[in-house]
T-cell receptor, first 116, second 112 residues
Framework: DAGVIQSPRHEVTEMGQEVTLRCKPI?????LFWYRQTMMRGLELLIY????????DSGMPEDRFSAKMPNASFSTLKIQPSEPRDSAVYFC??????????????FGPGTRLTVL | AQSVTQLGSHVSVSEGALVLLRCNYS??????LFWYVQYPNQGLQLLLK??????LVKGINGFEAEFKKSETSFHLTKPSAHMSDAAEYFC??????????FGKGTKLTVNP
């Protein structure tokens, strides 16, 4: 099992540029989560999907952020335009069940984003 | 709404000493509780979880945690610290939905 795959692992961009982060969940998992980790705010849930449908996007900071899950094996998080305060590590996680006893989340290695 | 408080953003112990990382939670429903570990430049890995079975939960790498409803606590312990335990530890709570609410994390340093 390859685990959750995220790309790129590191991204450096300039303010105003569009940034797209990618995630491939574990095969067979039907829930996918996007988190942002910063020193100041810790680990924040941005959005999560179940069966490719966005369930809760209340954590998305503003309209500059958008996320899609076109199929069960791929999701993107897009920031347009990017700002320096978006610099953080972005994690994708997947989970095998919906609201069951075993709602363990499996995390990817993260994408470290730096916006200059 | 759920919330988690981890007391102490940094904890330092000597190799072989007891590790105690504190976690208190708030939940309006019987919670599920989790401890995750994050090694440098990696994602989070599950250490252990409480899902309303036994109140003392054993996890990987010799860690365990005890659910105490009266104290709304779920502290993480390990009898003897190893250098490889140096990492950041996150407590999380769930209201049995898909969402996890994480604490701010505790960075554990193990001194030789």
């Amino acid at each position: 099992d390859a685990g959750v795959i995220q790309s790129p692992r590191h991204e450096v961009t300039e303010m105003g540029q569009e940034v797209t982060l990618r995630c491939k969940p574990i095969s067979g998992h039907n829930s996918l989560f996007w988190y942002r980790q910063t020193m100041m705010r810790g680990l924040e849930l941005l959005i999560y999907f179940n069966n490719n449908v966005p369930i809760d996007d209340s954590g998305m900071p503003e309209d500059r952020f958008s996320a899609k899950m076109p199929n069960a094996s791929f999701s993107t998080l897009k920031i347009q335009p990017s700002e320096p305060r978006d610099s953080a590590v972005y994690f994708c996680a997947s989970s095998p069940r919906w609201a069951g006893d075993n709602n363990e989340q499996f995390f990817g290695p993260g994408t470290r984003l730096t916006v200059l | 709404a759920q919330s988690v408080t981890q007391l102490g953003s940094h904890v330092s112990v000597s190799e072989g000493a007891l590790v105690l990382l504190r976690c208190n939670y708030s939940s309006s429903v019987p919670p599920y509780l989790f401890w995750y570990v994050q090694y440098p430049n990696q994602g989070l890995q599950l250490l252990l979880k409480y899902t309303s079975a036994a109140t003392l939960v054993k996890g990987i790498n010799g860690f365990e945690a005890e659910f105490k409803k009266s104290e709304t606590s779920f502290h993480l312990t390990k009898p003897s610290a190893h250098m490889s335990d140096a990492a950041e530890y996150f407590c999380a709570v769930s209201d049995r939905s898909e969402k996890l609410v994480f604490g701010k994390g505790t960075k554990l340093t193990v001194n030789p």
